[in-house]
Each structure stands twice: as structure tokens, then as C-alpha cells.
């Protein structure tokens, strides 16, 4: 390949890991931690009925799992066909694209979205509200 088309290969490499295949992987990661805990604490709260969430994030984790594999897989392709340095090029946009989304996987309120966003229509509304506010 001339250089110039391994270098533009390279930057998409970069770019894609860092805007797309990071944030994936780090929703997929927080599927089973901070958003797992948190739908626990509201099953306890009585916010929402537990059946509603062992229906619900089974599905979502499954559908995570499966896409972060698509992206990344995709992306390790791709880098493959450029060597050494696609390979260097995913782990550095990787690995920046992991410092910049890190709160995708901290509790916070973006964590308190998606659990509304996910639930709303089965929810006691007053009582998450209350607890939000008492929390955050």
C-alpha cells in the first residue's frame, strides 16, 4: 500500500476507537456495574418492580456484549491489515477514548438518565425523583 492511503487508514483506525469502539465498550462495562447496582438500589427503593428489571437487563447486557464485540472485532480487523502500527494506533485511540468517557462507568447523573430513560414508563416517578434529589 502507498503511504499515504496507511496513513489515512491509521487515522480512521484512531478516530473510530476513540469517538466509537471506547464509549461502546465503556456502556457495555457499566451495563454490568454502575447500572446493574443502581437499578438494584431502585428495586429496593420501590421505585420500579424487580420483575421489570430481570425482564430488561438481560437483554440490554446481551445487546451490549454484542456490539462492543462487533465494534472491537471490526476495529482489530481493520488494524490487522495495517501492522505494527494500526495495532498502535487502536490502543493509543483506545485507550485516550477510555480516559475522556470514564464517567459512562462512574455513578453519576448521566447513570440516573439512562435508568429514567430505560424505565420511565413503569417507574414511580415521585419516588425517584425524591431519591435523586436526596442523592445527587
Known amino acids: 500500500m502507498s503511504d499515504m492511503k496507511v496513513l489515512i487508514i491509521n487515522a480512521v483506525i484512531t478516530f473510530f476507537s476513540f469517538f466509537v469502539a471506547a464509549p461502546v465498550l465503556l456502556n457495555a462495562i457499566s451495563l454490568f456495574g454502575v447500572q446493574k447496582t443502581f437499578a438494584k438500589v431502585m428495586v429496593e427503593e420501590g421505585v420500579v418492580p424487580e420483575e421489570e428489571v430481570k425482564r430488561l437487563y438481560p437483554g440490554k447486557q446481551v445487546g451490549g456484549v454484542v456490539v462492543t464485540a462487533i465494534v ?48 420511565k414508563d413503569v417507574m414511580d416517578s415521585q419516588k425517584f425523583n425524591r431519591y435523586v434529589d436526596s442523592h445527587f
Open 72 to 119: 472491537v472485532g471490526a476495529l482489530v480487523f481493520a488494524a490487522s491489515k495495517v501492522p505494527p502500527f494500526g495495532f498502535i494506533c487502536l490502543a493509543f485511540g483506545l485507550g485516550l477514548g477510555c480516559l475522556r468517557y470514564r464517567k459512562v462507568v462512574q455513578f453519576n447523573s448521566l447513570t440516573v438518565q439512562r435508568f429514567r430513560n430505560s424505565f
